[in-house]
């Protein structure tokens, strides 16, 4: 049997972007819908599970859902409860732990108090209290004492931080990844100030298999869709067989058109785990090391869970590397600068000559998207699609 006929719509992968969009087409306008996973499980890198020593943990490191976006909120509520939590971060700085993004509190934990309230009011009077500053831009202001902040900030918490996630300088990235944690004039320890923020309450995992539940969604994992897609003049092939259908692609753009124009460079993380038999290993959900250390940041899951269990919890520090393509290696950061971009607009053109093909999510349309800009991008391509 031609098994292409059977769907009306083949989703590669199932994270965020891949659950969400199959979802919407599947109920909103009635398609059938096949998901194909390389991996063995659902949802991406946003993935979390029991771990062997009972301690529930992110595969791929701490996930905090935040947005502003009403709908998106709403839209994921139709499968999860919220457990309510707000995470806040600390930077190691030689033992002194301060409150990340840099904040009026970090400054008085950082100055002697006389300076510091003098230097507070400067931000305020400059900047206006409740602002956000990137780094980069505190360090073109003119004052001196201001000055000083900046350097402080920028040589104490992004220089080396930055150097170990992206193997580059905070001025030679894109001005808008450091422009993430900017310094905040506020005494709000919060890392995200959205107005929706918190972790689904039995697990994302949980999310994500109640998003799937739906008749018209087939799911085959451990499936390679490179293995069973193929694109030949302006036509996909689906098992053998041509397939007109909707085609949505949530993998690297690159890897689609077997990198022919070379590989687009991403950054991939190491992550160690360790399971520790106390109760709790640090004060905050992730403390950061931006002036030592390889790994950038060690994250305790029981702050962001919330789980219960005393006498035994589990940390992972990242590590980050160069992404080569090596087949243990997962893509997880696009690194965007300009060469990168264009190389990216390469491989996006070879997909416009096939029609009803799309490339949705963080690695196929290489950006830098949070969770609900990815749930954002796929109701509203849902929108375009089902018009
Ligand atoms: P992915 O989650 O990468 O899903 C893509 C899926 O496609 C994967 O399952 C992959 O196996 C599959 N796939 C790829 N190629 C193929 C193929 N050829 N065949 C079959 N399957 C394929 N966001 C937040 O909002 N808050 C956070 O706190 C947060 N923390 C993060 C921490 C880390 C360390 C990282 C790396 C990301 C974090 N993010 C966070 C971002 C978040 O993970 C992404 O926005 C989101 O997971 C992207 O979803 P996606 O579906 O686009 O991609
Ligand atoms: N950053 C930094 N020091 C920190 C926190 C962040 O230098 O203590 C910089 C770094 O370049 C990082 C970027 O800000 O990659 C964005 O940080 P974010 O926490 O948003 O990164 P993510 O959680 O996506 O890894």
Redesign the pocket.
Known sequence: MNKSKIYDCLVVGCGMAGTTIARELAERAGKKVLILEMRDHIGGNAYDFMNENGVFVHRFGPHIFHTDSKRVFDYLSRFTQWRNYSHEVV?DIHGKLLP?PFNLNSLHLTFESCKARRLEQKLIDIYGFGSKVPILDLRRQPDAELAEVADFVYNN??LH??QK??GLS?DE?DSL??A??PVYISYDNRYFQDTYQGIPAQSYTSLFERILKHPNIELHLNSEARRRLRLESGKVFFDGCPFNGTVIYTGPADELFDCQYGRLPYRTLDFIFETHNITWYQPKGTV?Y?VDREYTRITEFKHLTGQALDGRTTIVKEYPRSYTGADNETPYYPIQNQQNITLYERYRKLTDELPQFHLLGRLAEYKYYNMDGIVKKALELADTLIK
């Open positions: 930077g990340i918490i992004f931080y930055t996630q992206w905070p990235i990844v450091t993430r944690v950061n931006p």
